[in-house]
């Protein structure tokens, strides 16, 4: 199924994946927002290669994926009708967690509308630093109550 040219685009934070393997309820919002990019294809996921790396390594050492359903994934994000792949001009350093920063750069080099996450290092940026931002930086929840 294509992505529809109108899919809006969207950074997903790594413990937004990690929650949706977690869960076991459809209904949860990190398995709606993982649904809305992977099935439904309404939103386009904007990725960098420091993105997949940290999804891969992620998916390997946390939920304990084998080789070859870690292939599978690295294929999903190498798809280019629902991935955009980017490669980040700038690292801002906003966050107070440094490793958050390549969310930021990726979103600001995507231009994509939404950083979903669950961290709260990303989600009490300061409203200064946010007002700079060409996007918003919500949870999952939100970001469904706003757009899903």
């Known amino acids: 199924m294509p992505t529809p040219r109108g899919a809006i685009r969207v950074v997903i934070d790594t413990n937004v994946f990690v929650a949706n393997f977690l869960s076991h309820s459809p209904r ?8 809305l990019w992977m099935v439904e294809r309404r ?11 940290e999804y891969l390594q992620i ?11 870690l292939d599978k994934w690295r294929l999903r994000f190498g798809d280019k009708k ?13 966050s107070r967690d440094p490793n958050d920063n390549m969310f930021i750069a990726t ?30 930086i919500i949870t999952p929840r939100g970001f469904l109550d706003q757009w899903g």
């Open 28 to 35: 949860s919002p990190n398995r709606r927002v993982v649904r």
């Open 107 to 136: 979103a600001l080099s995507a231009k994509a509308k939404f950083l979903i996450t669950n961290d709260l290092d990303l989600l009490e940026i300061d409203d200064s630093d946010k007002e700079r931002l060409k996007f918003e």
């Open 43 to 53: 939103i386009r996921l904007a990725v960098s290669r420091e993105i997949l790396d």
């Open 59 to 69: 998916f390997a050492e946390v939920l304990g994926f084998n080789n070859e359903k």
């Open 82 to 94: 629902s991935c955009k792949a980017v490669v980040p001009r700038t690292k801002p350093l906003i």
